[in-house]
């Protein structure tokens, strides 16, 4: 989600991969894919530069969990957004020969299951 103001001063957030697209006359307006309009104090490029420091922040976290594998640029890890917060959890898929929690439910249909 990224931040916006209205022209009334009102503060709420949009969820850029709802965004249909940005028009500029007069005002900057935000059409969404359902049709809402939301006329917003930012610049075209500030909008499009909310949006990329989103989608930045996006990618950093994505690499990080997936074992930080690839190299990140120097400056990715200072992404304007940094109150997104994500948290990996620990696993230990060993317990019952690695079956998930969905896979350890009794079977109705084995006897004394259940």
Same mark, same amino acid.
């Given at each position: ?7 009334? *001063?009102?503060?709420?957030? @949009? ?6 697209? =940005?028009? $500029? %006359?007069? /005002?900057?307006?935000?059409? #969404?894919?359902? *049709?809402?309009?939301?006329? @917003? ?6 909008? =499009?530069? $909310? %949006?990329? /420091?989103?989608?930045?922040? #996006? ?24 109150? #997104? ?30």
């Amino acid at each position: 989600m990224i931040g916006v103001t209205c022209r009334n *001063g009102e503060h709420f957030s @949009v969820d850029p991969t709802h965004i249909e697209r =940005i028009e $500029t %006359v007069p /005002d900057t307006e935000i059409i #969404l894919l359902d *049709g809402t309009r939301y006329v @917003v104090e930012d610049s075209l490029d500030g909008v =499009i530069r $909310t %949006v990329r /420091d989103h989608h930045a922040a #996006l990618l950093v976290v994505q690499k990080r969990l997936a074992g930080g594998t690839a190299e990140l640029a120097d400056h990715a890890t200072t992404v304007r957004n940094s109150s #997104l917060r994500v948290e990996r959890r620990q696993y230990d898929r060993s317990v019952d020969n690695g079956r998930s929690a969905a896979d350890r439910r009794p079977d109705p249909e084995t006897p004394g299951a259940g």
